[in-house]
Every structure is written in C-alpha cells, then in structure tokens.
C-alpha cells in the first residue's frame, strides 16, 4: 500500500509527486497518456516563473517528471475505472490492476470543449483539431481558423503563424478574454485576421475539411468558407476552453453543477485522507503556477494526514 497515489500527470500531480518524494512518502503516480495533461498542447510557455524561453508545455512537464521522479515518485500508464476512497485504505482501479494507498490526491484536470456541430467529431483529425503544437504543422502555407477568444486561442493562434500563411480567430463576441499583453501580440501580427461576433454552425468535407459555415451570433446570418482550390482543405483550430475530467467522483466527492470539485483552501475535500488538485477543483485562475501550488498544498497536507493516522 503507498503512502499517496496521485491520479493525473499534469503540473498539478507533478508537483504533488515532488513534494511527495521529497518528503519520503511511498508515492505512485498514474497516467493514461503522456505527462503534461493539458500544458503538453501548448507551444509557448510564458507565464510560469523561470520557465525557459525554449520551453514548451510539454518540455517543461517532461522537467518536472524528472524532478519527481529523482525523489522517488513511481510512475504508471494506466486508466483509472474506478474509485474506492472511503476508509482507511482507498483503492484505485485501473485497466490494468487496482492500486491502494492511505491517501489518494486527484489531479485529473481537464479535456478540450468541443464545439458540438454537425461535422466537427467525424472530422477531427482530417482538419479539425485541439491542439496546435500536435498538428499545426500538417498546415504549412494553408489557412487555419482558430476558433475560441481566450489565451488559450491567441496564443495558439500566433504559434500558427508559424506555419500556416494566414489565421483567422474566430469569437463568438467582438472582445477577445485573453490577457492584454498576448492580445496585443496577436494584433501586432499581420498573419492574424479575425471574425468578430460568429460561431462555426457546421464543418463540412468528405473525408477532410473543405468547407466552415460561420453564423453572426447578432444579425444570425452564415456565411460559408471553402478551401482555396488550390489548397484544398484547410485547418480548424479549436480552443473553447475545457471540461472538468470528474465524471469518475460523481455521486463520492462534492462538486459543483459544472463537475469541478470543491476543496478548501488546503485542496481538502469531503472524504478523509483526498485531496483534489489543479484544473478540475473549484478556483479562479486555471494555470500551470497555480496547478503546481495546489500540488505542493495537497502533499504536505497528504503527509500531515499521514502522521496523525
Ligand atoms: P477560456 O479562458 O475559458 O476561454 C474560452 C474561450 O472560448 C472564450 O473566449 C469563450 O468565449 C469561448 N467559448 C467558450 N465556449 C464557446 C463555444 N461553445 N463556442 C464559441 N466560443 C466559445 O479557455 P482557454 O483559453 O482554453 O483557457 C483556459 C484556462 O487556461 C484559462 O484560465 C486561461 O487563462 C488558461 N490559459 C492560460 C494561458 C497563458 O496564460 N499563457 C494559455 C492558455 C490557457 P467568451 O469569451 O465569450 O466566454
């Protein structure tokens, strides 16, 4: 039985493990995919103290896995089915075999939003995608829309200049949500275009993106983009924000209507000895600086848990 299991490797669990480690609790970490969660999709990391210019969301995570792992963190790809995480000995239930530990600290965070229009699912990965930094490059002198007004959306937006020779960004309102200093990049960059108040209403193509039909969310006209001729096809770059991974703490941890659990200020939740972190808890500034504060927070508490049981 170890001391801590840590379900979810992005910074917040990253860091959990590390202060984990660090305080010699048996700790084992469990991931379905790579490491990162949500950072991995982002190219430009510019707002995590002493991150390097180089860094991308993933090399800086890649980093903090081997921080972690120095101090001993185990790390395993496997996916969590199912939780028992009253009593004593909380059990976590993978695909592959089911893992105990006195304390279970939750770092699941988030996935994608997705649009929900005709066309977007069958169409995902044949132009449509989530991830700019995954497939920007498969768009090389073509266009691309990047649908979304967050930080999230600029910036991906400029990281696809890069390849792509014209993008436009694409808001539902005529006032982008990302911080002044990358709105002001964006707009200093002459590859970058963008479509005020409209939603993508459909995407269209057989077997890869051929056409977008745009809908002004204040007169309800649409208009239809087709692929240059030339071209083709172009990109659909989709960064609406994203979901609370929580669906498996329905009904056993308290959350709120949207499903991002509620903690204390010492990532607490309503069950002894379970600690939720990172994107999926109930908090107001979603960043790799904050994950990793929730993360170090969780396993001091998970230590002082320990001690006293
Ligand atoms: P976000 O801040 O929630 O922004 C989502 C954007 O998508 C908003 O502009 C929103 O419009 C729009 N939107 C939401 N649902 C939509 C729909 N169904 N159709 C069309 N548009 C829709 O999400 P995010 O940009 O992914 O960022 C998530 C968190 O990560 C934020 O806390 C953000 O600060 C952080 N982040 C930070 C950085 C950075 O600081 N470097 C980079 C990336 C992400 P409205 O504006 O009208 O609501």
Same mark, same amino acid.
């Given at each position: 039985m170890y001391d801590t299991i840590i379900i979810g490797a992005g910074p917040a669990?990253? =860091?959990?493990?590390?202060?984990a480690g660090r305080s010699r609790l048996s700790t084992l970490i469990i991931e379905k995919g790579a490491v990162g969660g949500q950072i991995a999709?982002?190219?430009d990391i510019e707002n995590y103290p002493g991150a390097l210019h180089e860094d991308t969301g993933s090399s800086?995570? /890649? @980093?903090? =896995? /081997?921080?972690?792992?120095?101090?001993g963190a185990q790390f395993v790809t496997d996916t969590v089915v199912d939780l028992e995480l009253e009593g004593s000995e909380k059990k976590v239930v993978c695909q592959d075999q089911t893992y105990s530990a006195k304390t279970v600290i939750i770092a699941t965070g988030g996935s994608p939003k997705k649009i929900g229009c005709s066309g977007e699912a069958e169409l995902t990965g044949k132009g449509v995608s989530y991830c700019a930094t995954c497939d920007g490059f498969f768009f090389a002198d073509l266009e691309v829309f990047a649908i979304g007004g967050g930080d999230a959306a600029v910036e991906e937006a400029m990281y696809l200049t890069k390849f792509a020779r014209k993008v436009t960004i694409v808001h539902r309102r005529d006032q982008l949500r990302a911080a002044a200093s990358i709105v002001e990049r964006a707009k200093a960059n002459e590859k970058i275009h963008f479509l005020w108040d409209s939603v993508v209403e459909e995407i269209k193509g057989n077997d890869i993106v051929e056409s977008i039909v745009f809908k002004n969310v204040k007169t309800g006209e649409l208009t239809t983009h087709t692929a240059d001729e030339e071209d083709g096809t172009f990109g659909v770059f989709v960064f609406i924000g994203f979901d609370p991974v929580s669906a498996l703490l329905r009904g056993k941890i308290t959350?709120?209507? +949207?499903?991002y659990v509620i903690t204390d200020d010492n990532m607490h939740t309503n069950i002894e000895g379970v600690f939720v972190v990172g994107? +999926? @808890?109930?908090k107001s500034l979603r960043q %790799? %600086?904050?994950a990793t504060s929730d993360g170090a927070i969780?396993?001091?508490?998970? /230590?002082?848990?320990?001690?006293e049981h």
């Open positions: 669990g990253l =860091a959990a493990a590390l202060y999709l982002t190219s800086l995570c /890649e @980093r903090m =896995a /081997e921080q972690a792992k120095g101090f959350m709120d209507a +949207v499903g994107d +999926v @808890r109930q %790799v %600086v904050t969780a396993a001091m508490q998970a /230590e002082k848990y320990l001690h």
